[in-house]
């Protein structure tokens, strides 16, 4: 089993910037795709970035060229570097995996971590 654990979330002014961690533990396996989405009041689970065990990323439109995700596979941590946030960014971020256990494939989330961007 894999267990993910964020950290990184606060409250930040419009403009600027927080740096959201996810933990990863357990049988990861080797090809995986790990990534964040986000949860605003409201509404519905929604894709930030996810990136792959090989480094390939994909953003929503919404955050692409202000967010940048990355990873470490070493340490089995991804990040979410949020930048020129936006009030409509503040949400719950949750950190998520996909792997694979035999042929099932397997998802995994995190607890999330609230971001706040208010004034």
């Known amino acids: 089993q894999v267990q993910l654990v964020e950290s990184g979330g606060g409250l930040v002014q419009p403009g600027g910037s927080l740096r959201l961690s996810c933990a990863a533990s357990?049988?990861?396996?080797?090809?995986?795709?790990m990534g964040w989405y986000r949860q605003a009041p409201g509404k519905q689970r929604e894709l930030a970035a996810t990136?792959?065990?090989?480094?390939?990323?994909n953003y929503a439109d919404s955050v692409q060229g202000r967010f940048t995700i990355s990873r470490d596979n070493a340490k089995n941590m991804v990040y979410l570097q949020m930048n020129s946030l936006k009030p409509e960014d503040k949400a719950v971020y949750f950190c998520?995996?996909?792997?694979?256990?035999?042929?099932?494939?397997?998802?995994?989330w995190g607890q999330g971590t609230q971001v706040t961007v208010s004034s």
């Open positions: 990136i792959t065990s090989r480094g390939w990323t």
């Open positions: 357990g049988s990861i396996s080797s090809l995986n795709v």
């Open positions: 998520s995996y996909r792997g694979q256990i035999g042929i099932n494939p397997v998802d995994i």
